[in-house]
């Protein structure tokens, strides 16, 4: 099955300036997580979709992050305005409805964002 | 809330020898446990899984994870390491209150010297 795809792989911008990431996961998977991974840290959920609905976004930064899912299958992640910190690998990964079997969830290759 | 912790933020271990890369988790309820590898520049690739069943799970390329129930322990070991499985590995614990995410450690760098 094809994997969960990711653009662009890499990003630079300037501080201030906005910025946009694009996720399509597994053909089926209900379930789409955003997860943010700074440099020598452990991947860190920032929002996770449940088909076209928000079920869990406690942990992004609303005054400057906001993700959809319109039709419940590809998602776009958007910072405006970049700080230097939001630095990171943006991860995305899907999982079908129920987890537990198989391998559960499937992560893209990651966007690189580097803010100047 | 659901955690795990990795102790070392780095292993070195020869090529031949066996290697452990630890993991201890803090979950309420029954553990779903899981170890991700991750190589420069790439997404998280699966490694295995602990559900139920059988304390020995064993997983892809080698690697098998023993769960420890009385010591809260999930350890990810090879018994001859490679220099190729030199990467970050990460464990993870789904969230069992909410919503089913992955909550992952902090991760441990393994380098495997020839």
């Known amino acids: 099955e094809a994997g969960v795809a990711q653009s662009p792989r890499y990003k630079i911008i300037e501080k201030r300036q906005s910025v946009a990431f694009w996720c399509n996961p597994i053909?089926?998977?209900?379930?789409l997580y955003w997860y943010q991974q700074i440099l020598g840290q452990g991947p860190k959920l920032l929002i996770q979709?449940?088909?076209?609905?928000?079920?869990?976004d406690s942990q992004l930064p609303k005054d400057r992050f906001s993700a959809e899912r319109l039709k419940g299958v590809d998602s776009t992640l958007k910072i405006q305005p970049a700080k230097l910190e939001d630095s990171a690998v943006y991860l995305c990964?899907?999982?079908?409805?129920?987890?537990?079997?198989?391998?559960?969830?499937?992560f893209g290759s990651g966007t690189r964002l580097t803010v100047v | 809330a659901q955690s795990v912790a990795q102790p070392e933020d780095q292993v070195n271990v020869a090529e031949g020898n066996p290697l452990t890369v630890k993991c201890t988790y803090s979950v309420s309820g029954n553990p779903y446990l899981f170890w991700y590898v991750q190589y420069p520049n790439r997404g998280l690739q699966f490694l295995l899984k602990y559900i139920t069943g059988d304390n020995l799970v064993k997983g892809s390329y080698g690697f098998e994870a023993e769960f420890n129930k009385s010591q809260t322990s999930f350890h990810l070991k090879k018994p001859s390491a490679l220099v190729s499985d030199s990467a970050l590995y990460f464990c993870?614990?789904?969230?069992?209150?909410?919503?089913?995410?992955?909550?992952f450690g902090t991760g441990t760098r393994l380098l495997v010297s020839p």
């Open positions: 990964a899907s999982s079908p409805q129920a987890v537990g079997g198989g391998k559960g969830y499937t």
């Open positions: 053909s089926g998977h209900a379930t």
């Open positions: 993870a614990v789904r969230d069992s209150t909410g919503f089913q995410k992955l909550v």
């Open positions: 979709f449940q088909n076209n609905g928000v079920v869990d």
